[in-house]
């Protein structure tokens, strides 16, 4: 869902073999001419990117990231992005492109994979270097696709996010709950499905819109560093556990646990 689309002239003229010529998937729904969209000029043995075939018809980003959960920690993820299956029997399956912040993290992913160990609903998932390169992430190791946001109940609300955030920016949800709960204050933790273009615009829009309020990067639940979550977890509210999700697509009342003071840096880290 995060794919730099451009104008729709420019995407017309991008036929199946002119994609496949560029090196990226003939159902490749962005902008190829969007620099953005492009490989990045590294060797194919620094890239972070992995496609993943195989997926069931109907699986989402939620639905992906949620499988590779319960199968351990592999480290943060960048930017994921499903192409839903064709409503033809030329694709009857869907394709994931997925993007780590760290090479060795996206090679933990490819094991697994490249095993026959990961699958979904039933079907085993598969996996090649993406064609298109991405680059390890250069930015802070606290870069990550959590959001923790803190303040007032009129503000800090998960519908009250959701409806400003949709009519801004195209983002996926893993999981959105309510951390912690205090008469006047709230604070809320938001995974979105990728870094680039979901969190970390995300936040902009919310600093910009709300600048008083808190809102930090948190750690990505898949990272490896020593359990990051649920330390995090045990710093905030004392108990190393997670509430209860509120629904990916936010249906209901805010519901929480309570806990102790949020603490971050000023520049959007967590620790």
């Known amino acids: 869902m995060d794919a730099v689309t451009g104008d729709a002239a420019s995407e017309k ?10 090196g990226f998937s003939a159902r490749y729904q962005g902008d190829i001419n969007n620099a953005r969209n492009q490989s990045a000029n590294i060797p194919p043995t620094q890239s972070c ?16 990231l949620d499988a590779l959960s319960l199968q351990g920690k592999f480290g943060r993820v960048m930017q994921t992005h499903v192409t839903p299956a064709g409503e033809d029997d030329r694709f ?15 090679e933990r992913v490819y094991e697994l994979v490249s095993a026959g160990l990961f699958a979904i609903q039933g079907a085993v998932i598969k996996a090649v270097w993406n064609r298109v390169l991405a680059a390890p992430e250069d930015g802070p190791e606290y870069f990550s696709r959590t ?17 400003f955030l949709r009519g801004m920016v195209k983002y996926d949800t893993q999981d959105v709950y309510v951390l912690r709960e205090r008469k006047d204050e709230r604070t809320i933790v938001w995974v979105f499905g990728s870094f680039r273009a979901q969190a970390q615009v995300a936040r902009m829009a919310i600093k910009r819109r709300w600048p008083g309020l808190n809102v930090k990067f948190g750690p990505d639940p898949l990272d490896v560093g020593a359990c990051a979550f649920g330390k995090y977890l045990l710093q905030v509210n004392g108990t190393g ?23 971050g840096g000023e520049d959007g880290s967590w620790f």
């Open 92 to 106: 009857p399956t869907a394709a994931a492109k997925l993007i780590m912040a760290a090479r060795a993290e996206a």
């Open 49 to 64: 990117s992995l496609f993943l075939t195989n997926l069931p018809a109907g699986t989402t980003e939620k639905v992906l």
């Open 13 to 22: 003229r991008a036929t199946a073999e002119e994609k496949l010529e560029r």
């Open 147 to 163: 959001l923790v946001i803190q303040g007032p109940h009129e503000v800090a609300g998960v519908h009250r996010l959701d409806g």
């Open 241 to 263: 556990e997670r509430p209860p999700v509120v629904a990916a697509a936010p249906v209901g009342g805010d519901h929480g646990r309570g806990g102790q003071q949020y603490g």
